[in-house]
């Protein structure tokens, strides 16, 4: 069976600090893909990247950026230099290929504070 | 465009009584799912459609739920006999392709709020 584990329920930084959001997974398949979205107070889930299981390079997008490491089954998220904009309570979930739904784990609030 | 929409965005029942949850896909999106969130938890997968059809109603948590799809559009989830543990975010998501992919992003829509009282 597929889990995703993130084990920092809440965070809380300070603005224009940096934070990372562990995420755990574990699955026996070879080819999976993993996700991150992001759910702001406003309750919608807001896709952020996917990666596939094949590709481990690390990925920046502006204030973000991606760790995938298949060594340890850990695919973080850091964000820097973080604002207020950024609090909300971020999901990383696993999907196998094929018909499968996606796996979530139980989400980290993030609190951003000015 | 427009995105996944839900209905109601809200809804009080009382204990016992029946709910029915809208779910207006993307148009052209042939997969559809839903998922349930609990407060302070994740997302729990209880179903999808592909077409018409749900080869995977393996996540509905008993048989008070069930769920139906037409037209390859809208689908409605009803809860017979409501709980107090039933009380949660739904949420719907849709995706593009004919045959569910890993590949395709699943875009979700705002979710209803079920408060069972």
């Known amino acids: 069976a597929q889990k995703v584990t993130q084990a920092q329920t809440e965070i809380s930084v300070v603005e224009k600090e940096d934070v990372t959001l562990d995420c755990v997974y574990e699955?026996?398949?070879?080819?999976?893909?993993l996700f991150w979205y992001k759910q702001p107070p406003s309750g919608e889930l807001v896709f952020l990247i996917r990666r596939n299981s094949f590709d481990e390079q690390n990925e920046i997008s502006g204030r973000y950026s991606w760790n995938f490491q298949k060594s340890t089954s850990s695919f973080n998220f850091t964000i820097t230099a973080s604002q207020v904009v950024d609090s909300a309570v971020y999901f990383c979930a696993l999907i196998l290929s094929g018909n499968t739904p996606l796996v979530f784990g139980k989400g980290t609030r993030l609190s951003v504070i000015a | 465009g427009a995105g996944v929409s839900q209905s109601p965005s809200n809804k009080v029942t009382e204990k016992g009584k029946d709910v029915e949850l809208r779910c207006d896909p993307i148009?052209?999106?042939?997969?559809l799912y839903w998922y349930r969130q609990r407060l302070g938890q994740g997302l729990e997968f209880l179903i999808y459609f592909q077409g018409n059809s749900a080869p995977d109603k393996s996540g509905l948590p008993s048989d008070r739920f069930s769920a139906e799809r037409t037209g390859e559009s809208v689908s409605t989830l009803t809860i017979q006999r409501t709980q107090q543990e039933d009380s949660a975010v739904y949420l719907c998501?849709?995706?593009?392709?004919?045959?569910?992919?890993?590949?395709?992003?699943?875009?979700f829509g705002p979710g209803t709020r079920l408060t069972v009282l």
């Open positions: 699955t026996r398949d070879t080819t999976y893909y």
């Open positions: 148009s052209g999106h042939t997969a």
């Open positions: 998501a849709s995706s593009l392709a004919p045959i569910p992919s890993s590949l395709d992003e699943q875009f």
